[in-house]
C-alpha cells in the first residue's frame, strides 16, 4: 500500500512541475516587440544537417511575443523542426489586444478567432505568423523546448528550404503578408534569447 501511495505522489508532483514549466507568463499591458521581424539576403551557402540539405534563402532575425507553442514528434518534419512557435509583434504583442484573441495551433498550423475585431483583422495576419523552428544545436532545441506562451524572445537564424534525397522539400515562406498553407516561416535558428 505505502509503494502505491508513493507513486502517486511522485506523479502529482511530475505533474505539477510539468505545469510550472510550461505556464504561460503573463506581461503587462502595452507592446513588448514593437519591431517587425527583419530579413536580409544571405550570402550562406547550402548544408548537410541531419541527412536533409538546407539552403539559407534569407537572414532573419525576430524580436516578438510568444502567442503559443508546440511540440511535434511524429510527423517527417519533426525530425528537422521539434517546435513550432506562434509569434506575434507590435499590436499583437500587446496584452490587452491578446486577451480578445483565442489563439491555438495544431498540425502545424496557427489559429486564431475573435468575438469582436480588437485591431483589424490585416494587423493580426501580418503581425503574427506561426514558424517552424529548426534549431542549430542541442541547446537551442531545449531553449526552444522551454519557451512559454507571454515571454519575449529574439532568434537570430536563416530562412531556409529543406530538403531530402526522395524529393521531399519544405520551404520558408519569405512574407509576412502571406497566410494559410505555405505562409509559415522555416527557421534555422543559430542564436535563441528568452526574456
Known amino acids: 500500500m505505502k509503494w502505491k501511495t508513493i507513486a502517486f505522489a511522485a506523479l502529482v508532483g511530475f505533474g505539477l512541475w510539468q505545469h510550472l514549466q510550461h505556464r504561460p507568463v503573463q506581461p503587462g499591458p502595452g507592446v513588448v516587440a514593437s519591431q517587425v521581424p527583419s530579413q536580409t539576403d544571405s550570402d550562406a551557402r547550402a548544408f548537410a544537417f541531419k541527412g536533409y540539405t ?3 534563402l ?3 532575425r525576430i524580436e516578438a511575443r510568444v502567442l503559443a507553442t508546440e511540440t511535434y514528434r511524429t510527423d517527417r518534419e519533426a525530425q528537422l523542426s521539434p517546435v513550432d512557435l506562434a509569434l506575434g509583434w507590435g499590436r499583437m504583442s500587446d496584452s490587452a489586444v491578446l486577451d480578445k484573441i483565442t489563439i491555438s495551433q495544431s498540425g502545424r498550423f ?9 485591431i483589424p483583422r490585416q494587423e493580426i495576419e501580418q503581425s503574427s505568423a506561426n514558424m517552424h523552428m529548426i534549431p542549430s544545436s542541442d541547446v537551442i532545441e531545449r531553449r526552444l523546448k522551454g519557451v512559454r506562451p507571454g515571454q519575449t524572445v529574439r532568434i537570430d537564424g536563416w530562412l531556409v528550404e529543406a530538403r531530402a534525397s526522395d524529393g521531399w522539400r519544405w520551404r520558408s515562406s519569405l512574407s509576412r503578408n502571406d497566410t494559410g498553407a505555405g505562409a509559415c516561416e522555416v527557421i534555422y535558428v543559430r542564436d535563441l534569447q528568452v526574456f
Do not use: G
Open 54 to 56: 538546407l539552403e539559407p
Open 58 to 60: 534569407q537572414d532573419f
Open 110 to 118: 496557427y489559429f486564431w478567432r475573435v468575438d469582436e475585431f480588437p
